[in-house]
């Protein structure tokens, strides 16, 4: 039984720090460095794709709306979808959000701030739930990566585009 304490006690020593989150000014700095009109291209949902975003400071500064667009696939089969969500800096840098898309479909949103990545836990086990990671590269490029998870429990990543800042914010 000592040993079995003993490795328990080493395991919680030996796991890394869990970083601290991010304070409120952190949170909101990250949102003004997205703040303005990206486009680019990538593969979502294992098809060729064209996408547009943009972050806005919108209700007095209270949220920033995100608008996205994508076109998947090539003509004359192009699917268009877009969606928009609300994200709100809430205290000690929490952020929360929903989303609203083309589809029909209204999700939650959870997310935090890691460096310069926003990454955006969403959905519900009732719906899906999945996560999507928009990585500051520089001022000028942006990373997006989104990924769901199944039902096993697996990620499957099926959205990856690489986008240029068009606009700078207004």
Do not use: C, N
């Not at 919108?58 to 090539?74: D, K, N, P």
């Amino acid at each position: 039984m000592r040993h079995l304490a003993a490795a328990l006690l080493l395991a919680v020593i030996a796991q890394p720090p869990r970083p601290a989150p991010p304070d409120r000014a952190t949170a909101t700095a990250l949102f003004e460095r997205l703040a303005g009109v990206w486009t680019g291209s990538g593969t979502i949902l294992g098809q060729p794709s064209t996408v547009e975003m943009q972050w806005t400071p919108v209700l007095e500064g209270r949220f920033v709306r995100l608008t996205f667009a994508s076109h998947i696939g090539l003509p004359p089969k192009t699917q268009h979808f877009e969606g928009h969500a609300y994200y709100e800096v809430r205290s000690a840098g929490r952020v929360r959000a929903t989303w609203f898309d083309s589809s029909g479909l209204t999700r939650p949103i959870e997310a935090t701030v890691e460096a310069a990545s926003l990454v955006a836990a969403w959905g519900t086990p009732e719906t899906e739930v999945g996560e999507t990671t928009y990585r500051l590269v520089s001022d000028r490029a942006l990373e997006v990566v989104d990924r769901v998870r199944g039902t096993d429990g697996t990620w499957r990543t099926f959205g990856r585009s690489t986008l240029s800042r068009t606009l700078p914010p207004r």
